[in-house]
């Protein structure tokens, strides 16, 4: 038995199903230990992708996925996924290789101190220098990933301790832990908070997205009938149909659904973590916020809330619903301004313009995509449009980060999604620029014979940028790009494609894409003058003319 067969066993034992990465010679003993093993290796064609896969693995299970890299160059292309993993709170394990430690028959080639360069981007970064300890090493680095608030973890296995022998020390078994619920005196100061307000809202946060809490939300809203709306990375967060929803803050302020906030006497902040862009500004006037989390509130300029129930949130939202079921006669007070702000964001859904505009791509994908269907976003213009305007009802069916926010993760999350989920519907939603980024991982999914389909929006630019740049009053300058023929790209990678060429042509051409099966690019012309018009121009020009009930 050698250090790598430890490992593997390891990471057996936490329940790993595949390793996503492209290995060097350091992990060559990692690799025949991988192959004689249950797991599966599956080769990325770039670090970063693999490590945007592994995250989502953690994003959508709640167990850390895990990618492999080399020394050096490989280990460095992980960078982004870590902080990928870190802002988005996604348990992962990322493992790579190094020279030797003992001896050193290659000087410095290709070495640099990797571990240093990953302990900002983690919740733990860690060199490996001897087998015996990687049992522990490893039950220690998943129960890190894992725990709340969850993240990235590196451990570095250097090529002599990999390959050194070692005695079968067994791995360390995996028990559960139940976290402790908010204390009776912090509940008792949210039920009164609760009780004496005359305009609550819930907002749902980014943490209210863990896989494990949908039911306990869902509950905790029916049960209250206070309105909710939620932040971009808590949507999808309650099962739909409550009639309570009122919408995603995806911008800070003056947005349609600002107008429920603004006249919010308490906001019931569920899982709000503060890496999102803020759904909304406090300040000194504001409403009163009460925190429910798993980890005590950040406090930021524009968020300090006045109370926190601190805990295990479904738990603790269990109790409180108890308490007060029943007993809120003013829970329903913003309800009546639920259905101006979804007319407002549904205008203009059905346009027959060419090309597209953003609203009628959404209200579109939203035909095809079935409940359970799952969209994942790379970031981009678009991001925005699908944040407000994509209404989702079932938990995490509609994947998009607005932690790091970085461009070139819709493909690979997609793919994550698709492998998880054999039987669900799973579309990729990638600006020209973003695809770009991580287009290679097209033949990734068609190696591994994944039902996938991908929507390229084209607008030759660095679209969301170009906006902002004329927002700002600046000239329209470099964000403009050649885009190539993406059915021939599509088609050079063993995948599927079509244009759409027509407003009408969007839903039965992403239908087919589905219906053929296999990985299918389909790519839309798409029109952003929309995107100053509404985000800009009508919503400076709404708050004037909003009609209170
Ligand atoms: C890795 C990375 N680089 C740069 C940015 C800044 N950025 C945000 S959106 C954007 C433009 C995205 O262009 P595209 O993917 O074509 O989407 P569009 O906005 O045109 O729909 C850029 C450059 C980023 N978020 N991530
Ligand atoms: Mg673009």
Redesign the pocket.
């Known amino acids: 038995m050698k250090g790598a067969d430890l490992l593997v066993a390891a990471l057996e034992n936490e329940g790993v199903k595949q390793v996503f990465g492209i290995p060097g010679e350091e992990n060559l003993d990692v690799v025949e230990a991988l192959r004689r093993s249950s797991i599966k290796l599956v080769l990325t064609r770039h670090e970063q992708a693999a490590a945007f896969m592994a995250a989502t693995h953690g994003r959508l299970t709640g167990e850390a996925g895990v990618c492999l890299s080399t020394l050096g160059p490989g280990a460095l292309n992980l960078t982004?996924g870590a902080a990928y993993a870190l802002l988005g709170a996604m348990p992962m394990v990322m493992i790579t290789g190094q020279k030797g430690i003992l001896s050193r028959k290659q000087a410095r080639f290709q070495v640099v101190d990797v571990v240093s360069t990953m302990a900002p981007l983690t919740k733990m970064a860690h060199q490996i220098v001897s087998p015996v300890t990687i049992p522990s090493i490893v039950r220690e680095a998943f129960r890190i990933a894992q725990q709340e608030r969850p993240g990235p973890v590196h451990l570095e296995l250097p090529e002599d301790i990999a390959g050194e022998k070692a005695p079968a020390v067994s791995p360390v078994p995996r028990h559960t832990v139940a976290p402790p619920v908010a204390p009776p005196a912090a509940l008792d100061e949210a039920f009164e908070l609760i009780l004496q307000a005359e305009r609550p809202l819930v907002m749902l946060g980014a943490a209210a997205s863990r896989p494990h809490l949908a039911h306990a939300l869902s509950d905790f809203v029916r049960r209250l009938q206070i309105p909710f709306f939620n932040t971009q990375m808590g949507k999808g967060a309650v099962a739909g149909g409550s009639g309570l929803y009122m919408g995603t803050a995806a911008l800070s302020e003056r947005d349609y659904v600002h107008q429920a906030i603004d006249r919010a006497d308490l906001i019931i902040c569920i899982g709000h973590d503060t890496v999102e862009k803020p759904p909304f500004l406090m300040g000194p006037m504001g409403p009163k916020v009460l925190h429910v989390g798993y980890l005590p509130a950040t406090v930021e300029e524009v968020y300090f809330p006045h109370a926190e129930l601190v805990g295990d949130v479904g738990p603790t939202l269990e109790l409180l619903a108890d308490r007060l079921e029943g007993r809120l006669p003013n829970a329903g007070a913003l309800s009546p301004l639920r259905e101006q702000i979804l007319a407002c964001i549904g205008d203009r859904a059905t346009e027959s313009r060419y090309p597209l505009t953003p609203q009628r791509i959404v209200h579109d994908v939203r035909q095809v995509m079935p409940e359970d269907g799952i969209v994942t976003l790379?970031?981009?213009?678009?991001?925005i449009w699908f944040a407000r305007n994509y209404r989702t009802r079932v938990a995490n069916t509609l994947l998009l980060d607005n932690a790091?926010?970085?461009?070139?993760a819709g493909l690979p999350s997609a793919i994550m999604a698709a492998m998880l989920y054999r039987d669900r519907r799973v579309l990729a939603v990638?600006?020209?620029?973003?695809?770009?980024?991580n287009s290679q991982e097209m033949e990734t999914a068609t190696r591994l014979g994944l039902n996938l389909v991908v929507l390229v929006?084209?607008?030759n630019?660095?679209?969301?940028?170009?906006?902002k740049q004329a927002v700002d009053g600046f000239g329209d300058f470099g964000?403009t790009f050649t885009d190539p023929d993406f059915v021939a790209y599509a088609k050079a990678d063993g995948a599927k494609g079509s244009r759409v060429d027509s407003a009408e042509d969007l839903v039965p051409t992403l239908e087919a894409a589905f219906a053929g099966g296999g990985v299918h690019l389909v790519s839309v012309p798409?029109d952003?003058s929309e995107s100053a018009r509404v985000l800009v121009d009508e919503l400076r020009g709404h708050a004037a003319e909003w009609q209170y009930p």
């Open positions: 982004t790379d970031n981009g213009m678009y991001k790091l926010a970085t461009m070139g990638c600006g020209d620029g973003g695809f770009m980024m929006l084209q607008d630019a660095f679209g969301m940028i170009r906006w964000m798409v952003y």
